[in-house]
């Protein structure tokens, strides 16, 4: 996310002297990335880049937080500003006083509310100083009773809305906090219209109407506009994971949608709402009209963490002096004790989310006290002259570019699967390593099998009718009673939509690509699956099997159609490979070539009366399927005697013997013969 930031605003909050040229070299060494400054309304203006997980500096104040620590430790002296707001214990509410609607929290999901009703409201336009400030920001500018809500969102960073009063008291005088029902209509202060799908958190009148989206946008029956005289001024820090889930369900990608999806503090509402109600005071003449209600129900504090001394040095590669060290992170706004050789550190309300584990205030140092600054070291130790065991990346890359060229799309799929997943890969569940918080249902248990992933790469693709899939990747097996590390076994995965031939042709053409040379489909007693073996020496390897299954694809919803599955060892393919190709002599002899067309019944596989005519003699040297229509399959023969030329006398039984073989075990018909 980026935030756009006027120098002088900056200014308002911090304190240097540095030249906007000195900050954005600064900042973008330790901290938050200025990527340019821009002159906008003849100012200069920071455009920074933020890292999702530091909310806590996307604001003008934030930056300014940050640019303190980072200026003064780069020798620059600078100083955060403190914020100067009313007290809102001393704040007296101007008489006649309104009465705070009826307010029903789920504490589940709202974790603070703040709010106060302001009176006197003037239909003023908004000061020129702000109106440039916006404009410099990419805001749109309205009037005055709506700007300011954006422009406090902006400066401290956390959302705040204007409801007009007396709308909500004409509603009922409540606000409810429900979650919205699949179906229902509401319409945003944009006069856009949406309808819920069901579980976003919605605030509701007496009657059940949906008042406003929470934490992403207001609606059209309770917005400011130019005749509102009374206004509610209003703050919620809300679930996260529900801001987020509205917002882009919805696609309402607003500012304060952004920021509350990123757990803003919810700390900082009191300072945003006093921040509202000086510049409410100041601008509109607006007099505050009631108590300021306030409910934390779901207030947590920063827990301490325990972080040894020598873990900085550990990761850092340098000791620096134990004061150094704290004084960055006090600065940072964490409580740092010292205990001994550990510190004790409680991280500020506003940074509990990311700063959790000793790592995390070591990197809070290391970026402070500057990367550029971290020493160079060479690697110590010897380096490795042999390779490690089990290494295939060479073969990896070969079998990558070989399928990629014959068509096929290599496909990453995650290493964690849902329990759907788990139960299609052929092992029980139970065998399965789960993890113990997984942050969705779908990403649960680790992986044995890469087939059901790639099988659901084609079910959700179901227009492409011809769709072949692979994957190189790691499968965890569990050993011993699961407290060890998984084994961990490369496995190549393969999904075809294509037939079953043509799949187990470009294993087989991968097999010649990588000088197998004696290699089998062996039949398992599942007629749908076969293993797939190679001999090394005297001994068969088995390298996997092949499959065909049937799956369920997304346009096909009545019937299931059919995929090839193939998985193989990458270790014990690395067994049976060759780097180069067999040395043969050439034959001083001619091949004697001829095509036999048989009719083959359904229930015969093909591959098998290949191998059947290929055991026939062994002047046999090669056999391929030439053609297929129909139940008919033309076979192309090569005969060969490496000593001397075969002539027909000793082809015809050969060729015999062949038919014979086929007719009695096979079933099949000779059709015709033809000489090439």
Known sequence: MNILIPHTWLLEH???????????????????????????????????EITTNRVDVMSVRGVAQEAAVILDNAGIEAELKPLKLPKLTELKPHRPTKSLPKITNQPKHIKRIMTVVLSGINTTATPAWMARRLKQIDQNVHWAAIDIT????????????????????????????????????????????????GGEIVFRAKDGTIIDLPAIKGTANTAVDENTQNILFWIENMDAKKVRFASMTHDIRTVAAQLNEKHVDPYLAEPTLALGIKLYQEIVGAQVASQVHDEFPSKKEPQQVKVPLKVFERYLGLKLETAVIIKILSRLGCQVKQAGQDLLITPPTYR?????????????????????????????????????????FDLEEKIRHFLADVGLYEVYTYSLVSEKLALESGFPLESHLKLANPLTDDKVYLRRSLLPSLNQVIA?????KDLKVFELAKVYHPKGNKTERPEEVMILALSFRAGYRKARGIIEALFDRLFIYEYDFVLDEDQNKA??????????????????????????????????????????????????????????????????????????????????????????????????????????????????????????????????????????????????
């Open 531 to 676: 293993k797939i073996v190679a001999k090394k020496e005297s001994r068969l390897v088995e390298l996997g099997s092949i499959s065909l299954v049937s799956y369920q694809l997304r346009s096909t919803q009545d019937n299931k159609d059919w995929l090839v599955n193939a998985q193989i060892d990458l270790n014990s393919l690395a067994q049976v490979i060759h780097k180069h190709p067999r040395y043969q002599k050439l034959p001083k002899t001619s091949p004697v070539i001829e095509d036999l067309t048989f009719a083959i019944p359904k229930k015969v596989r093909v591959g098998e009366v290949i191998k059947a005519i290929k055991q026939t003699s062994p002047l046999i040297q090669e056999v391929r399927l030439k053609d297929i229509y129909k139940d008919r399959y033309t076979f192309t023969i090569y005969y060969l005697d490496q000593k001397e030329n075969l002539s027909d006398k000793d082809i015809i039984p050969l060729r015999k013997k062949i038919i014979t073989h086929l007719t009695y075990d096979f079933d099949c018909k000779l059709i015709g013969q033809m000489a090439s």
């Open 352 to 392: 509990q989310h990311d700063l959790k584990i000793p790592a995390d205030f070591v990197e809070e140092v290391a970026r402070i006290y500057g990367y550029h600054n971290l020493p160079d070291k060479i690697m110590g130790g010897p380096l490795p002259l042999k390779r490690p065991d089990n290494d295939t």
């Open 14 to 48: 911090l304190k240097t002297k540095a030249t906007p040229k000195q900050i954005r070299t600064q900042l973008s060494l330790s901290g938050p990335s200025v990527e340019r400054i821009e002159e906008r309304e003849g100012e200069e203006v920071y455009d920074i």
């Open 150 to 197: 954006n422009y406090i969102t902006h400066e401290l960073g956390h959302p705040c809305h204007a409801f007009d009063y007396d709308k909500i008291m004409a509603l009922g005088g409540e606000i409810i906090v429900d979650e919205a029902k699949k179906g229902e209509r509401f319409e945003t202060l944009d006069g856009e219209t949406y309808q819920a799908v």
């Open 460 to 464: 959700t693709n179901p227009t492409h």
